[in-house]
């Protein structure tokens, strides 16, 4: 850790359960703030594991809290938020008027930090700051909750479809076991639909295959999918594989190759291709929103300019560049795929395979 340093990011970038496990990972010490719907929200993160939360926000203050839980009345709300101010917290106020015993405020406390840090975890736009800095808790009530339990129950919650979908992909993604499960993974008390996804995934499968197999509702699946992956249960594996990449002499040729199978999907679609690639434009637009701007003839002729994608990786080194356009170029195939699939015959979607296998390199 370097003390004092402050660290800025875009969460369109990251998502912010990666970004815990990844100070997870590092055992990072400091305070990471972001903004919910203009409240600046703050998580204190101890050796990589948040043990305390705040929030700007007057609907997250313990009072609200506990009169949202039907633990106070609103009377009682009314008199003891009166005294706060005079030295004294409202948990100690509700204490001392025998509302509350101390076991019930300080669960009470417990329960209002998760809520806290639930009520960001699926945001996908605006800054983050995070200072690696030591702080002391000698006067907090702090949670003794891991990182990865703390998002195993916390990322359940998450009820956006489009946060979801953008972090799995599309039903054509395949997934497998980690070779090293985490250690932390005994005590993450998984439920048993949970171990039964887990324990199918030890060989490649598709997401499509895992949503018939699953016990769980279809979005419950991707939800659990979602999790895994970002504890890292599970890996996403590559769509192109490095024989192909090896085939590829350069980034312009790769794109060109892309750009071919966009063009043969957008001729097909006749009336309905600009929705399509509409659709697929504004699905991947918070996660490779670098890659989509200034692209707008990408749905409107089902081509990307290569210029504008070549300036974009300009800063990356050459295994970056193929690793990134790669990653970028699979995931709009896939997305524009799954659109499609909604017009086309599976004859017309099995001539824009036979074409991909024929007359490309590509391994998708």
Same mark, same amino acid.
């Given at each position: ?69 039907? &633990? ?7 008199? !003891?938020?009166?005294?706060?101010? &005079? ?48 702080? $002391? ?30 972090? *799995?992909?599309?039903?054509? !993604? ?29 060989? $490649?499968?598709? *997401? ?149 296998? !024929? ?6």
């Amino acid at each position: 850790m370097t003390d004092g340093l402050v660290l800025e990011g875009d969460l369109s970038d990251i998502l912010l359960p990666t970004l815990l496990m990844s100070l997870y990972r590092d055992k990072e010490t400091g305070v990471l703030i972001v903004e919910e719907k203009g409240y600046p929200k703050s998580m204190f993160i101890k050796n990589g594991n948040v043990v305390f939360a705040s929030s700007k926000c007057s609907d997250d203050r313990l009072g609200e809290f506990l009169l949202r839980r039907g &633990q106070i009345t609103v009377k009682e709300f009314i008199v !003891t938020s009166k005294k706060v101010g &005079q030295g004294k917290k409202l948990g100690e106020i509700l204490v001392d008027l025998g509302i509350l015993t101390s076991e019930e405020m300080i669960l009470g406390v417990k329960n209002q930090l998760i809520e806290i840090i639930d009520s960001v975890l699926s945001l996908t736009k605006g800054k983050y700051y995070l200072e690696l800095t030591d702080f $002391s808790t000698e006067e907090l009530i702090t949670l003794s909750m891991d990182m990865p339990h703390l998002l195993h129950l916390g990322m359940k919650k998450v009820k956006s479809w489009k946060t979801i979908y953008s972090a *799995v992909g599309t039903l054509e !993604t395949r997934v497998k076991r980690s070779e090293q499960i985490p250690s932390f993974s005994s005590s993450l008390e998984l439920t048993g639909e949970e171990e039964h996804l887990l324990s199918i995934m030890s060989k $490649s499968t598709t *997401v499509d295959y895992l949503l018939e197999a699953s016990y769980l509702s279809q979005f419950e699946t991707y939800n659990v999918l979602w999790i895994f992956i970002t504890l890292g249960l599970i890996k996403k594996e590559s769509s192109v594989s490095k024989e192909s990449t090896e085939k590829i002499l350069t980034l312009e040729e790769l794109i060109d190759e892309f750009n071919d199978v966009f063009s043969i999907y957008f001729q097909k679609l006749g009336g309905n291709a600009e929705k399509v690639f509409k659709d697929s434009h504004n699905l991947l637009a918070n996660d490779f929103s670098q890659f989509l701007e200034e692209q707008e003839g990408f749905y409107l002729y089902g081509r990307f300019d290569p210029d504008i994608i070549l300036m974009k990786l300009r800063s990356f080194s050459e295994e970056e560049k193929i690793a990134k356009l790669n990653s970028f170029m699979v995931e709009v195939y896939y997305s524009v795929s799954f659109f499609a699939h909604k017009f086309l015959s599976k004859e017309e979607i099995m001539e824009v395979e036979n074409y991909i296998k !024929t007359n490309t390199s590509l391994k998708i």
